[in-house]
């Protein structure tokens, strides 16, 4: 059984260097999005991997859920070169967070 994790940021949970390394993988991946698709509690983002490849989304996510530990990530990459997808979701509030954060 998950427990549900309350919906709020924790801005302090990384260092300053951390906080660097996390913007701009940020960056690089908000460039790397071909395509977003909208889900129930959440998006999918497709992301084009000659951008940005799986272990810097894997350490993008390894910082946002310390400080944003009530998202969701699954990363998927599809076989013979295929898409790579992350999806984004998580519990009531977190898709309006989401949207606001992803039109940026």
Same mark, same amino acid.
């Given at each position: 059984?998950?427990?549900e994790t309350s919906? @709020?940021?924790?801005l302090d949970a ?6 660097? $390394?996390?913007?701009?993988?940020? =960056? ?19 992301? @084009? =991997? ?11 996510? %390894?910082?946002? $859920?310390r400080c944003c ?7 998927? =990459? ?8 992350? $999806?984004?979701?998580?519990? %009531? ?12």
């Open positions: 059984m998950c427990k919906f @709020v940021c924790k990384i260092s300053a260097a951390q906080r660097a $390394r996390h913007s701009e993988l940020a =960056a690089r991946l908000a460039d790397a999005v071909s395509e977003r698709r909208e889900l129930a509690e959440g998006y999918a983002l497709r992301v @084009v =991997a000659e951008k940005i490849d799986l272990a810097a989304i894997a350490e993008w996510i %390894t910082l946002e $859920r530990p009530f998202l969701r990530f699954q990363l998927a =990459a599809e076989p013979d070169d295929g898409p790579v997808w992350l $999806r984004l979701t998580g519990a %009531t509030g977190v898709k309006e967070f989401l949207r606001s954060e992803l039109s940026r």
